[in-house]
């Protein structure tokens, strides 16, 4: 059976892809460089050093499928969005906790139910097998972001730890609401072809983000003695704020 063409939103949305693996790799890097100065478990260093490579290879494979659509621009990848800023008023254990909620604990564990959504409609070759790899991948790197924050709160700063996490989590969620929820934008129609390369509309985005709260981290942190419901519920209120701000 002949594949469908790629449209230009395949071609965008892949090409996005590949900035944000690569971007995540660069990140990742930075994240696990600030554990080996912390002497964190040997186990999470190796780990994180793999997760690495994972996006590295999540970023090829994705500029495989762009290539295979007919893409032929280079990603524009900005060198300052490639690190991990430190702020002057944390401590490294608390920038580490920022980070590592923020990029694992939270944006690995809804990629998990979002790639798994895209891969099921997914029967381009290039793409499936891009999706195939990167979901397999994912299900480590959420269990990554969890198994850190488990060693954060065995520190004897947990208390800080905990109570950086309380304050991060409203501003957290709303950018996650944002990127994927109802307040990402108005939902574009994805055609059967689109779908074919991998592609979904925003609502059903908007969906897996509310069930992953249910599902993942509301129990997550719940087991932790984290709870994050006030957070989720603040989220909302916290956007109107920042669109009325701009």
């Not at 990402?184 to 925003?202: H, I, K, N, Q, S």
Request: negative net charge; contains cysteine.
């Amino acid at each position: 059976m002949t594949e469908p063409a790629a449209s230009p939103r395949v071609l965008r949305e892949w090409g996005n892809r590949v900035e944000a693996e690569y971007r995540s790799s660069a990140m990742t890097q930075h994240l696990t460089l600030w554990l080996i100065q912390m002497g964190t478990s040997p186990d999470l260093i190796r780990e994180g050093l793999r997760i690495v490579d994972d996006e590295l290879v999540h970023a090829e494979l994705s500029h495989g499928v762009f290539a295979a659509g007919g893409g032929t621009e280079l990603p524009a990848l900005e060198r300052g969005q490639l690190e991990l800023p430190r702020q002057p008023e944390r401590t490294l254990e608390l920038d580490v906790t920022h980070f590592g909620v923020q990029i694992f604990c939270l944006g690995e564990t809804v990629a998990v139910p979002l790639f798994s959504h895209m891969r099921r409609s997914c029967t381009v070759a290039p793409a499936r097998e891009a999706l195939d790899r990167i979901l397999r991948d994912e299900v480590r790197h959420r269990q990554f972001g969890w198994d850190l924050l488990d060693q954060l709160l065995e520190l004897e700063v947990a208390d800080l730890v905990v109570a950086q996490i309380d304050r991060d989590l409203p501003a957290m969620f709303a950018e996650l609401e944002r990127s994927y929820g109802a307040a990402a934008g108005p939902d574009e129609p994805v055609t059967d072809d689109d779908r074919a390369w991998g592609l979904a509309p925003p609502s059903e985005y908007a969906a897996i983000l509310e069930e992953t709260f249910v599902k993942d981290y509301l129990p997550r942190f719940a087991e932790r003695d984290i709870d994050a419901l006030p957070a989720w519920e603040q989220r909302l209120a916290l956007l109107e704020r920042w669109q009325s701000a701009n």
